[in-house]
């Protein structure tokens, strides 16, 4: 019995005892992992090639298209109308003293009637008494006698003959007016023009104030464009190209225009000089291949002058903060301040900063210190839909900042393995 109770109590204690001991061996040799410091990965970037060179000064700027004539055509005699060309409707394009319509003439044929017959009546008039000064004439001399100025005029008839000639003027300026009356009852394009509106029909009475026709001179559109106050002396200069483009023309298509003048006025808000330019032709009446510019459009103005020496170019996306670019050289960022010349187009021309050749970050960046290290971007044909959407390693498209009164810009990207591979523009990733 005393047997069987050992074993009962001996096991189960034996038991929990190697357990115990199971456990504190395994807690005493459990393996153990240390955290070791981790670098963030460097951010990818896309990067530009600053250039050097002559580069010319691009200003574009957006105006809206207005006819260099403007006319409300009105009539200048009373009547009714009793024709007008109805084939000419809105849009239609007028020759120079074309008839577009014409007021009832009786009343002014029967007035110019009246007036030929009153100057053939002062006409004879005038003869007659030139007859009587005649014989008043012949008869002074044969007394042989002297008066004093004053009697000899009143013998001889001059007074009678000064009235008599003073008839026959106003009778032939009235006949003229007749004729006249007479021809303005036609209406007729005072120039080349296209038509912008018609508010008369036949049978309609018409009067001076009377608005028959708007019309807009087809020879020539004015654009009113707004420029940077300190790009005058550039555009003013010799050499200066005008290209223009309509809303609705091809991205690639362009006319070229004609700076007129500076308009003598300085935009309050924004400090900005307004410039006139103008198209010749711009219906392409004259040359049908080319693309028609519409009244009233939204057009883009591309103005380019020539430069007056050496700069280096680099896209706006890649200036920072108005006058620092961040260099890429060995995978690492350099900023290097710079100091902007002027804008032109998508690009900013540097005085001073660069020499030209510089690998410079196009993309955003929320924190840049000197030193930074940075990944350059997978060239061109593994972008855009190649690449996942979702991928992590894409970066910003917004430049951090561009120089004052840079507008809106796309930098430049190139193959990353291809320092000296050219430069194509694209639009800003947002």
Do not use: C
Not at 80 to 86: A, I, K, P, T
Not at 133 to 140: C, G, W
């Amino acid at each position: 019995m005393a047997r069987r109770l050992n074993w009962n109590f001996v096991l189960p204690i034996g038991l929990l005892v190697g357990a115990v001991l199971l456990a504190s061996w395994f807690l005493r040799e459990r393996p153990t992992m240390s955290r070791a410091d981790r670098a963030p990965p460097a951010p990818t970037v896309d990067v530009a090639v600053a250039e050097r060179g002559r580069f010319p000064v691009t200003v574009e700027a957006l105006g809206r298209v207005q006819a260099r004539e403007m006319v409300e055509l009105q009539p200048q005699v009373e009547g009714r109308v009793d024709w007008l060309d109805y084939d000419l409707g809105q849009g239609s394009t007028l020759e120079e003293d074309q008839l577009l319509a014409r007021i009832e003439t009786e009343p002014y044929q029967l007035a110019l009637q009246t007036a030929r017959s009153t100057l053939a009546e002062r006409r004879a008039e005038l003869q007659q008494e030139q007859g009587q000064r005649q014989v008043a004439q012949e008869e002074y001399e044969l007394l042989g006698s002297s008066l004093p100025e004053a009697d000899r005029a009143l013998v001889l008839r001059e007074p009678q003959l000064a009235a008599a000639r003073a008839r026959v003027d106003a009778a032939e300026a009235q006949l003229r007016l007749a004729q006249r009356d007479l021809r303005l009852t036609e209406i007729r394009a005072p120039f080349k023009a296209l038509l912008v509106s018609r508010t008369v029909d036949v049978g309609d009475r018409v009067g001076p104030g009377t608005v028959l026709y708007e019309l807009a001179g087809a020879d020539r559109f004015h654009i009113e464009v707004e420029v940077p106050a300190n790009q005058l002396a550039r555009l003013r200069s010799k050499g200066v190209e005008v290209n223009v483009q309509g809303s609705q023309w091809p991205a690639n298509r362009f006319r070229a225009g004609r700076f007129v003048r500076l308009i003598p006025v300085l935009e309050e808000q924004g400090r900005l000089a307004r410039v006139l330019v103008e198209l010749e032709d711009p219906l392409a009446i004259a040359n049908p291949g080319e693309p028609q510019l519409l009244l009233n459009d939204l057009a883009r103005v591309r103005i380019v002058s020539p430069a007056s020496r050496d700069r280096v170019r680099v896209p706006l996306s890649a200036v920072q903060d108005g006058d620092v670019v961040w260099v890429v050289a060995d995978g690492r960022i350099r900023i290097q301040p710079v100091e902007v010349a002027y804008l032109s187009g998508d690009f900013a021309l540097l005085d001073e900063g660069l020499t030209g050749g510089e690998i410079l970050v196009t993309t955003r960046l929320n924190t840049v210190i000197d030193g930074m290290k940075v990944s350059v971007a997978a060239p061109a044909t593994m972008r855009g839909s190649e690449r996942p959407a979702g991928d992590p390693n894409r970066a910003g498209r917004r430049p951090t900042s561009r120089p004052p009164g840079s507008g809106q810009a796309g930098p430049a990207e190139r193959p990353a393995d291809d320092p000296a591979a050219p430069v194509k523009d694209r639009g800003v990733h947002k």
